[in-house]
């Protein structure tokens, strides 16, 4: 099924990544919006009773080869380091700087607004 709107552009595919390889979005504002500890821990409890779901979404990092960047997941991210995963299967993308943007605004519309 087609759908409308959809760069096309920006095709997805699941990549394993080592977590040491994957930043940051540059556009969180961690100051403004700071990670919740109790919203980590309840993933860090889910992941060791469950496994690691992906629902992070990365993109190749523009500058840096080889590296990630972190479009929106960063509260499951930084479990899955506190779990002690090294590795994981992500959904990667290829987003420019407005894309990516939106996708992280989206996610976190409803939890920070």
Known sequence: MERRGDPV????RLVTIKLSDIESNPNRDLKFNPLSPEKI???VNSINETGFWV???LRPHPEKKGKYQLAYGHHRYQAALQAGI???DFIVEDLDENL????MELE???EYS
């Open 9 to 12: 552009s920006h095709r997805a």
């Open 41 to 43: 821990n309840t993933l």
């Open 55 to 57: 629902n992070v979404n």
């Open 86 to 88: 090294k590795e994981a």
């Open 100 to 103: 990516m943007l939106k996708k």
């Open 108 to 110: 976190n519309q409803e």
